[in-house]
């Protein structure tokens, strides 16, 4: 009595075999979904831009110093709250911008507007920051100066100012 052979597919060995690409080809279609939904923060767009406004940034740091703006901030115990003393008053517009920008993570960065509330006093809201070093750096609100800082979160209070305090520690 002859026997007959089954058909390939009721035989494990063409499966085990075919296993392997199927398992690289399911890794290869994760990799990409995880590469598109996920963002590089490091890579910017316009690095030649940013390259050439370099110039304009050091001439604002210039134009602080020449000012010499310089101040105190310091932070609540929550880090919710920040409050500014500035060491120089005059023609200090009516509101300012701070930006925390941590080094690593673009998608944590922050925009806090800073009114006064006193001569050469300002205070505004933040969300409270991971942990960690951020770059500070304030401004007016026609940028024409900017003066820059470095801060830990395990810090109450940080100095801005032009020079070697500029957040390039």
Known sequence: ??????????????????????????????????????????????????????????????????????????????RTGVHLLLGQDADLPAALLLTLVHPTRAGLDQRVPLVRVAPGEFAGKLRAPVAGRWLLTLEDDSRSWRVNGAWRTVEDQVSLGTGDQGGRR
């Open 1 to 78: 009595m002859a026997r007959t052979p089954k058909p390939w597919y009721r035989e494990p060995w063409p499966w085990l075999l075919m296993l392997a690409p199927l398992a690289a080809v399911l890794m290869g279609i994760v990799m990409v979904v995880l590469a598109a939904r996920s963002n590089d923060g490091l890579v910017a767009d316009d690095y030649y831009k940013q390259g050439l406004a370099i110039n304009r940034t050091l001439e604002r740091e210039r134009h602080a110093a020449a000012l010499h703006v310089s101040g105190l901030l310091k932070f609540n115990p929550d």
